[in-house]
Nanobody, 124 residues
Framework: QVQLVESGGGLVQAGGSLRLSCVASGNIAKINNMGWYRQAPGKQRELVAAVTVGGSTNYVDSVKGRFTISRDNTKKTVYLQMNSLKPEDTANYYC??????????????????WGQGTLVTVSS
């Protein structure tokens, strides 16, 4: 079974830091783009940060200079280091990955997978 499992969410005061982790597991041949999304109550899900297989990154403007996305391909893991957190960063954070799966002898298929989400709450 292919899945992404996030960890690292929690309650933190404004100005504090958290580090989110997301581990991919299953019959994975390759992981392409990986990213973190978030969804606050009553709002649409938005892309927070993404990283390509080559390490290129992009961020939503509201987190630039505060958040850093990174990945460890040997561990099939993506991280989101969040510093200088603000109350408006409060949301459920979801990991996303584009996976190339092994589905049989010499057969592969692409699949976009989401994690279950981890809650980040920033108090003022």
């Amino acid at each position: 079974q292919v899945q992404l499992v996030e960890s690292g969410g929690g309650l933190v005061q404004a100005g504090g830091s958290l580090r989110l982790s997301c581990v991919a597991s299953g019959n994975i041949a390759k992981i392409n783009n990986m990213g973190w999304y978030r969804q606050a109550p009553g709002k649409q899900r938005e892309l927070v940060a993404a990283v390509t297989v080559g390490g290129s990154t992009n961020y939503v403007d509201s987190v630039k200079g505060r958040f850093t996305i990174s990945r460890d391909n040997t561990k099939k893991t993506v991280y989101l280091q969040m510093n200088s957190l603000k109350p408006e960063d409060t949301a459920n954070y979801y990991c996303n990955a584009d996976l190339l799966l092994v589905v049989g002898d010499g057969h592969y298929r692409y699949l976009e997978v989401w994690g279950q989400g981890t809650l980040v709450t920033v108090s003022s």
